[in-house]
């Protein structure tokens, strides 16, 4: 492609952009160009039509056959184009049969050449006339149309900048507000640091018998953080239950839970608040979760709450 300022484009860049294959940044300028440079839309016309023709003749294949059907073919300007051009080829074709059968008549001895070459001459002329005028007739309906979808096209592009615009005033007030309820919880909210924390680790389940763990909760523990090994990170993401094995109930939930690694292997983390916990046992179970499907119980994980 040469300067874009010169407006000189490389013919197969102006194809990509009839097929809808461009950036949008270069799009629309070109769509721009089409409006203000006759010369531009003049030949953006001219190739147009070549990509039509060639489509017609079953001269396109790969990408460029595939974004033809997809993106030209998907608009009524489109589809009239190549109606178009696939009767005008049938026309053609059936005038030149008709004309070839003309001509083999002429040969025949009984006919008058010169009676015969007028016949012929005639119908040339008269079959050029009806494809230019058809042409003229229906590029002019095509122009009328492109006008008039290029005015409601500005019409509607005013319209978005101003309702761009009343958004982005929206957009503004309310991160303001975000900033401001940001602010407030950051000066509210405890300090981390100070908080007390115990951590279990726990292995993948095993189908035999094992040992259940321990874990010794002491006064003023804030969080207890559960960190669960699995045998393979198979989900994008999990969530763990903390359950009373006693009666199958749910006692906490966790939110989605990206995978991670726990004592070398795959695994999730969770924070548990230690004033939910009584001295008992319970099952830790986790559950995969994948888009669209219900969620997957991956394994459970006993253990024994000890106050002290």
Excluded at 107 to 123: K, V
Excluded at 198 to 204: E, G, H, I, K
């Amino acid at each position: 492609m040469s300067s874009a300022g010169q407006h000189v484009f490389d013919d197969k860049y102006l194809v990509r952009y009839l097929l809808g294959a461009l950036p949008q940044e270069d799009s629309e300028r070109l769509d721009e160009l089409s409006i203000s440079d006759g010369d531009f839309a003049w030949r953006l016309r001219e190739i147009e039509n070549d990509l039509v023709d060639a489509y017609v003749r079953s001269e396109l294949d790969g990408e460029t056959l595939a974004r033809f059907k997809a993106s030209y073919l998907a608009s009524d300007r489109g589809r009239q184009k190549v109606e178009f051009a696939e009767g005008l080829r049938l026309f053609q074709a059936k005038a030149g049969r008709a004309n070839e059968q003309a001509g083999r008549k002429f040969r025949w001895p009984g006919f008058s050449s010169s009676r015969t070459l007028l016949q012929l001459g005639m119908a040339a002329l008269a079959l050029s006339m009806f494809i230019t005028a058809a042409f003229l007739f229906f590029d002019d309906i095509r122009v009328r149309r492109e006008v008039k979808a290029t005015l409601v096209q500005h019409v509607s592009t005013d319209q978005r900048a101003l309702e761009l615009e009343r958004q982005l005033s929206e957009q503004r007030a309310a991160n303001a507000e975000a900033a401001r309820q940001l602010e407030l919880a950051r000066k509210s909210a405890p300090n981390l640091n100070a908080l007390k924390t115990l951590s279990l680790v726990l292995p993948p389940p095993t189908r035999g018998i094992s040992a259940i763990h321990v874990l010794t909760v002491h006064p003023g523990t804030d969080l207890v953080v559960m960190m669960l090994a699995l045998e393979s990170s198979d989900y994008p993401h999990y969530r763990v239950t903390l359950k009373d094995p006693s009666t199958g109930k749910a006692v906490w939930t966790s939110a989605e839970l990206d995978p991670g690694f726990v004592a070398d292997k795959p695994g999730v983390s969770a924070g548990i608040p230690a004033e939910l916990l009584k001295q008992q046992n319970y099952v830790a179970e986790v559950s995969g979760l994948q888009r669209g499907n219900s969620p997957h119980v991956v394994g459970d994980y006993p253990f024994r709450v000890v106050l002290r």
